[in-house]
């Protein structure tokens, strides 16, 4: 861990971790909602058609890669079944990687977002 760490315990790192992991799941939470009145139940990929208890399986994609993009008309969003939005994500990867020299890629992140990408300096700042 960095230098960063030993600024603080292990509950108040625990407690901060917590804290994100709360807020990206509200925030998804969010727009979630918004999609799954805004759109048809079906995935954009398979077609597949999802209700009932099977509608938790239905995931919303962000087009651009990036999670806080949310237009409230959804126009960075797709709804995607939990394998295609698998499948999408993998399929990115892949491509980035055989367009890049192997020196870039230790440069880039493999996604555009992160969740926990602001940790380090939420960890660095005591609340």
């Not at 994100?20 to 925030?27: I, P, S």
């Not at 398979?46 to 990036?66: A, I, Q, S």
């Not at 079944?81 to 992140?109: N, V």
Request: charged share 30%; net charge neutral; aromatic share 6%.
């Amino acid at each position: 861990m960095g230098c960063f760490m030993a600024d603080i315990n292990a509950e108040q790192r625990e407690h901060i971790i917590a804290e994100m992991r709360k807020e990206e799941h509200q925030r998804q939470a969010g727009y979630r909602e918004k999609a799954l009145k805004l759109f048809p139940h079906v995935c954009a990929r398979c077609t597949r058609e999802f209700e009932g208890k099977k509608l938790r399986e239905l995931t919303v994609h962000h087009k651009d890669h990036n999670h806080d993009n949310n237009p409230p008309d959804g126009s960075n969003w797709e709804l995607l079944c939990l394998y295609c939005h698998d499948h999408e994500h993998t399929r990115g990867i892949q491509e980035q990687r055989s367009t890049e020299t192997s020196s870039d890629r230790q440069d880039k992140p493999t996604l555009a977002h992160s969740p926990f990408a602001a940790l380090g300096d939420r960890l660095k700042s005591p609340k």
